[in-house]
């Protein structure tokens, strides 16, 4: 069962700044068309290739952002919407495992610095598993993460290219007057509902 379909994806704090900006009506727009639970093909190809990825987690006051990182394939998609990743060897604070050890609820991000700015942004509900099956599947690993996961891309305008050294040119820059609209505001589920500020709207 997947533990985030039976929840809100928005609370009352996003809600407020979406009501303050007139962005409700595209942030459910989103939700509607975005949000998913199995990963599509492209993400899967992400994620597969990737070498790193960030993860926050949390427990009481204790928060904690860190990166995993391992030669691609270190991340596995062991069923749809599930991955798992090994924890190699550390520096002895396990701040992110303890952290799943009282509050499972974690944030993944995982993100292409190329010319594609590729992003997943993942909610995940994590456990951790230390039993020899799961130790076999990752050479290396003192113990492994597994995710459920809630998925939702969304836009990656303003990552830098640094495989070229290059900045996004759709940062707002004074000089440049407003910058071009990203793809997805032409969307036929989006164009009609934009912010009524927004700079693109038509």
């Known amino acids: 069962m997947n533990n985030f379909k ?9 809600r407020e700044f979406q009501n303050l900006f007139d962005g409700s009506r595209t942030a ?16 899967k190809d992400l994620i597969q290739k990737t070498k790193f990825f960030f993860i926050a987690s949390s427990w009481n006051g204790y928060i904690d952002c860190n990166i995993k990182s391992g030669d691609p394939g270190f991340i596995k998609i062991i069923e749809d ?38 992003r997943i942004r993942i909610n995940g509900h994590a456990s951790i598993h230390r039993d020899p099956q799961s130790l ?16 939702y891309p969304n836009c990656p305008r303003y990552i830098p290219n640094l495989v070229d050294n290059e900045l996004s040119i759709y940062t707002p820059r004074e000089k440049d007057g407003v910058p071009p609209a990203p793809e997805w505001k032409e969307r036929d589920y989006i164009k009609n509902i934009l912010p009524k500020d927004d700079p693109h709207k038509s």
């Not at 076999?136 to 998925?151: M, P, T």
Request: glycine content about 6%.
């Open 6 to 14: 039976n929840r809100s994806f928005f609370h009352e704090g996003m």
């Open 28 to 43: 459910d727009a989103i939700e509607k068309n975005r949000k998913h639970y199995e990963f599509w093909d492209d993400e």
């Open 81 to 118: 919407g599930v991955i798992e990743y090994p924890e190699y060897d550390g520096n002895s604070m396990y701040r992110t495992a303890g952290n799943i050890s009282k509050n499972p609820n974690v944030a993944l991000l995982f993100v292409n610095f190329d010319e594609t700015s590729r």
């Open 136 to 151: 076999k599947k990752h050479y290396g690993a003192k113990f492994v993460v597994r995710i459920k996961c809630e998925i």
